[in-house]
């Protein structure tokens, strides 16, 4: 991790911990409350410079990724940012990438846990023929997330005005800072939850985290994070997104094209959208207490899926959890361990048809 910015975070209260083998991340800056609802109503700063960042650049570079994840990238243009997701060739997940498309570059940003895994799927496929060259930008490079309502305030304040579209990026100056650094701002944070994403220089990272601390926003570490992940349903490596789940299983409809052609996974994925295929899916669970993830969801006793996370909020506990689609969807009562819980729909996830509950 940048030694500067990790010493400014430890100046606002950070507690540092190993967060994936190899990665160490803010877990808390001693604020959690407040951070939290920071993100609700105000602005909060998550600091995901521990994800990877990996570039793909080359004439090749667009049709490259459209043949390596799920969504539809040959019509993309510079300034376009999308969500997609990686399978192995049996459509079981690796990660929910973000793609930046620059005029020279298409910039993935992956989850800590992922960035190894990605980055060797990515150079095993491409071959002498392609032209197309894969860096790790990771440690070149920093990444902040801005989270809240007042997320264009704070822009603003540092005179970053421009307004930038949802699915859409920037490369922008920062005029209020010496050498005026560039940052990438994109119209996203991984969450469904009104916000930016900004990419920078690793050298710029400690003076940019700070201009946007001093300036209002509430710095979030990652036990903040997964609550509010949790809470918005989106799902994460080792947890909903492992080779027990694929995409349309775990949500992801709205990041996988269904009119392009061939790519690693597709002939499963598509087979299970024509036929409905789909035998379970991901929801959020309001539960009475904790219970360890991998706990098996009853209804009446029989075993109708497995809770996947969990989380204490103010307000109790949330969780995710797989769940058969014969047993039904949000409002459904069940048994979670000792837990007592409630199927809640959550924003984050789309579903390509209605589950229907057959008794």
Known sequence: MNQELQERQRAAGAITEEI???????????????????????????????????????????????????????????????????????????????????????????????????????????????NVELRDRTSETACFSLIGDSSPQLLQKLGLSQEIPPGQHRLLSLDHLPDSPQIRIGASNGLNLPGYTLLCDADQAASIWNALHENGATPLGEKVWQQLRIQQGRPAPDAELTLDYNPLEAGLWDYISFDKGCYIGQETIARLNTYQGVKQQLWGLRLSEFVDPGTPIQVEDTKVGTLTSIVATEDGYLGLGYIRTKAGGAGLSVQVGSSEATVIDVPFLSRGYLTTVEK
């Open 20 to 130: 994936a083998p190899g990665v160490t991340a803010a877990v808390s800056f001693n604020n959690d409350g407040d951070a939290f609802k920071a993100a609700q109503s105000g602005v909060a700063l998550y600091d995901r410079t521990p994800w990877g960042r990996l570039e793909l650049t080359g004439g090749d570079r667009l049709r490259f990724v459209h043949n390596q994840s799920t969504n539809e990238f040959n019509q993309r243009q510079p300034g376009d940012l999308c969500e997609t997701v990686f399978v192995n060739n049996t459509a079981r997940t690796l990660d929910l990438a973000t793609a930046y498309i620059t005029d020279e570059a298409v910039i993935l940003l992956v989850s800590p846990s992922r960035r190894d895994t990605l980055f060797q799927l990515l150079d095993r496929y491409i071959f002498p023929a392609d």
